[in-house]
């Protein structure tokens, strides 16, 4: 699906209000990204604000093998292209361990309105959330959000699907549905 230039734009803004207004994102001391690139929600506005609000922030830190690391960035400027290209922690950046995390921005092509996710094939994602305890959240654009995926046996689903104009939260502290 092709989207405008202009809603992709107010997609981004809309996401980044709701993502920074999010109880989660406000008491997490811990937060998990990823890197945004071409047409998925931009995240770096969410970075930004985490490191002005004193957060720590980390990103993925990939090993072919589909493992993957959380990395420490204090800095956007330390990210550097790495794994297909996108920007990522240098080798020299400290780890942090799953069980630190409180906050875990979850990438996808789309999801669904259980929190499943398609996405980039490599299973990196589904191996590192497994048996994580932080609280996991999708960014979706609106039109892009489905009903139902095919889930197969080693997907995880996030706790909460976040597009430009709701909150679906679909885990285990499910409040369901909140229009914003």
Not at 42 to 49: F, V
Request: glycine share 8%; hydrophobic share 40%; aromatic share 8%.
């Amino acid at each position: 699906m092709s989207l405008p230039e202009d809603y992709l734009s107010d997609s981004d803004d809309g996401l980044f209000r709701i993502v920074t207004s999010l109880e989660e994102f406000i008491n997490a001391r811990n937060i998990m990204l990823y890197y945004s690139v071409e047409r998925e929600p931009a995240t770096l506005g969410i970075a930004e604000a985490a490191l002005s609000a004193g957060k720590t922030i980390v990103f993925p830190y990939c090993f072919r093998g589909g493992i993957m690391q959380a990395r420490i960035v204090r800095d956007l400027s330390e990210l550097r292209p790495s794994m297909l290209n996108i920007p990522a922690p240098p080798d020299s950046a400290p780890v942090m361990m799953p069980e630190d995390l409180d906050l875990v921005i979850v990438p996808a092509l789309t999801y669904d309105k259980s929190g499943y996710r398609i996405g980039y094939g490599g299973g990196y994602y589904d191996r590192y959330l497994r048996g994580i305890a932080a609280f996991t959240t999708g960014l979706a654009r609106q039109r892009l959000l489905v009903d139902e995926l095919p889930v197969e046996r080693h997907d995880i689903a996030v706790d909460c699907v976040v597009t430009e104009s709701l909150v679906l939260r679909v885990g285990i502290q499910s409040g369901g549905l909140k229009r914003m």
